[in-house]
């Protein structure tokens, strides 16, 4: 029987580090939110590759008394609950007292802080969990974490790490959120020496969804503030115009702190019921307020997932707070126009005298400037023969002490008209019978491949009747109807076509780029694949503060909303991280032959019918497209004429 022991006091430690402290991000969360229920107004981070070796945080909070700086960094321990009950009410963002012991079981942290009652700081460091160094420091009043080497004594927990980039990327997402959360509190984000992200603190929403979020995304929301049985939803929502491919840019707060509620997720989109196309989400920034007792935050030491006493009641809350904003701020888009300004490069002269050409001079001056010579009736005009058959000649003499000779000038060259081919007189010595070669055949020839010929298919003699609801083609083929969907079809023949120039595909280089805000998940998921995207056809770079720039983009694609297109992509790089890249290409090839395809209702000329069916026809390996429908459905003469009672 195996001998149960009990384990050291690091190596729990180290444990139970695994559920609070999964990347530099989750230190980032635990931290700043300490510094926010520490009643801090202003908080800078600063993080360097991606967080992994450096990590501080700054607040001007209460800071920690030196008589509990041990404390702070025992498991459990905590200024924020005393007793069981404090549970039924939590009214801060932290309160498990996991945070600091967690973090300082994996990496090296360094403490300076002051109380508002201290006159001198304290500066404590320990290193995996032991203590090393408790002395006063000079200080302003507040708290200074520095955070180095994550993961240092767990080379296990450091190889599942990203690159810098993903996990830079994931932090910023953190501050996005705990700026969002609290705009009365001034956040700001260096990331590598460069400024990221600064907030103004002002405690209004919209700045910081300005800041946060960018101009263009806060252009497109509408306020809300609703109250219902004890809820209050207030925030903003987008316009149905403006609804995204994906959920990415839904922030739901709860009590001001980041939670995922699938039930305010589904009350958000029943709202917009029959406002927006199916397949698109709105996006939104919505903050929910509830009283501490009906809620359960003490689910996951993340604290995003939430257990609600009462679901039905935040459902109602949300829906008829986005239902009422859409009724009283939505309005028909208006067309915009401007008027054209005509820029004048070059200034106009001040004082200037027209000069006129009268009518004997421009005569005279067309006259002058006929050519000698026309290249394409004649081949050489009567002038241009006489000067050739009598050049003139100057005899140039060279005297010199030991020799004389003269040499004669011809001043025009003899021309040879550049239409005219030249024959040159066989050559006397050339055709004297040339000697016989001797050719020895290799020593290893070289077997002659036999030339294979691509055997056609032979497609059987049909007729294009016409076209049914500008969506369906039919076509009479021998004794039997095709109904062909041209959507399908040419959906089925775009992708098989980007698939076979896999890396290939043609591509047309954007005259105005295109620039596309993402949340900071599809910023990095995009950053990470750009690669792949380049293999697609689309040259995209980072344009840094969660935006992107598309320089080219396929061809197939050019007349698209190409922002739209790239948060597609976006939102499927973020969903499918651990599918293999062909799995991936494959998708982006679907995506981009569905949006480049002839749509159901467009019209198509006669001649595009003939040719896209015999396209088909000649193909037969095409029968389903990329989602699975078929593309062309069989009807026989035998069915048909059934159906009539003929047979």
Aim: hydrophobic residues 40%; charged residues 25%; glycine residues 6%.
């Amino acid at each position: 029987m195996p001998q149960i022991n009990i384990l050291p006091k690091h190596i729990a430690e180290l444990i139970a580090a695994g559920e609070v402290v999964e990347r530099p991000a989750s230190i980032v969360k635990e931290i700043m939110e300490n510094a926010i229920d520490a009643g801090a107004d202003k908080i800078t981070l600063e993080i360097k590759r991606g967080g992994i070796t450096y990590i501080r945080i700054t607040d001007n909070g209460c800071g920690i008394d030196r008589d509990n700086i041990r404390k702070a960094f025992i498991s459990h321990a905590t200024s924020k609950i005393s007793t069981a009950d404090d549970l039924n009410a939590i009214c801060t963002l932290g309160f498990r007292g996991e945070a600091l012991a967690s973090i300082a079981a994996v990496s090296r942290v360094e403490v300076m802080t002051r109380g508002e009652n201290e006159d001198v700081g304290t500066r404590y460091c320990i290193e995996g969990g032991e203590e090393t160094v408790l002395d006063e420091a000079g200080c302003p009043k507040g708290t200074t974490l520095i955070v180095r080497d994550l993961f240092y004594n767990t080379p296990a927990r450091m190889k599942f790490l990203k690159k810098d980039v993903s996990e830079g990327n994931a932090v910023a997402a953190v501050v996005d959120r705990i700026a969002l959360s609290h705009p009365e509190v001034s956040v700001r984000f260096i990331r590598d020496s460069k400024d990221a992200l600064f907030t103004s603190g002002d405690g209004k929403l919209d700045s910081a969804i300005y800041k946060v979020l960018g101009k263009d995304f806060a252009s497109t929301l509408i306020p809300c503030d609703y109250e219902l049985e004890g809820v209050r939803v207030s925030g903003y929502i987008s316009k149905p115009f403006n609804a995204r491919p994906n959920r990415m840019m839904q922030y739901f707060f709860l009590n001001d702190r980041f939670i995922k509620t699938r039930t305010g997720m589904v009350a958000l989109e029943e709202a917009y019921k029959n406002s927006i196309m199916v397949g698109k989400f709105p996006a939104c920034v919505l903050k929910i307020q509830i009283a501490p007792g009906a809620v359960d935050v003490n689910v996951h030491p993340a604290k995003t997932e939430v257990r609600f006493a009462n679901e039905k009641m935040i459902f109602n809350a949300v829906y008829y707070c986005a239902k009422s904003a859409l009724q009283q701020g939505d309005t028909r888009v208006q067309a915009t126009f401007q008027q054209k300004v005509n820029r004048q490069f070059m200034p106009k002269p001040a004082e200037g005298k027209q000069i006129k050409i009268y009518e004997q001079q421009l005569e005279q001056i067309k006259k002058e400037a006929q050519p000698k010579q026309d290249f394409w009736t004649n081949t050489t005009s009567t002038e241009f023969k006489k000067t050739v058959e009598s050049p003139k000649t100057e005899t140039i003499v060279f005297n010199d002490n030991s020799s004389k000779f003269e040499i004669e000038k011809n001043e025009m060259p003899d021309l040879v008209p550049c239409f005219k081919p030249t024959v040159q007189e066989p050559d006397p010595v050339a055709q004297t019978k040339p000697e016989p070669v001797e050719i020895k055949p290799s020593i290893d020839p070289e077997p002659v491949q036999p030339i294979v010929e691509k055997v056609q298919h032979e497609v059987e003699p049909y007729r294009v009747i016409g076209e049914a609801f500008k969506t369906y083609i039919l076509v009479e083929q021998g004794k039997k109807l095709l109904i062909i969907d041209k959507h399908a079809a040419h959906e089925r023949m775009l992708f098989e076509k980007f698939k076979a120039n896999r890396g290939g595909i043609e591509t047309q280089m954007l005259l105005a780029p295109v620039t596309v805000t993402l949340s900071k998940e599809e910023y990095s998921a995009v950053l990470d694949n750009l690669d792949l995207l380049e293999k697609a056809g689309y040259y995209v770079e980072d344009f840094g503060g969660g935006m992107v720039i598309v320089n080219e983009c396929p061809t197939a694609v050019a007349d698209a909303d190409l922002a739209e297109v790239i948060m597609e992509l976006a939102g499927y790089l973020v969903t499918s991280q651990k599918e293999l890249i062909p799995e991936k290409l494959d998708w982006i090839y679907h995506s981009t032959a569905c949006r480049a395809a002839i749509k159901a209702g467009d019209r198509t000329s006669d001649y595009e019918l003939n040719k896209f069916v015999e396209s088909l026809l000649n193909n037969p390996d095409i029968r389903y497209c990329p989602h699975g429908r078929p593309v062309l459905i069989e009807m026989s003469r035998y069915e048909i004429e059934k159906n009539f009672g003929r047979v």
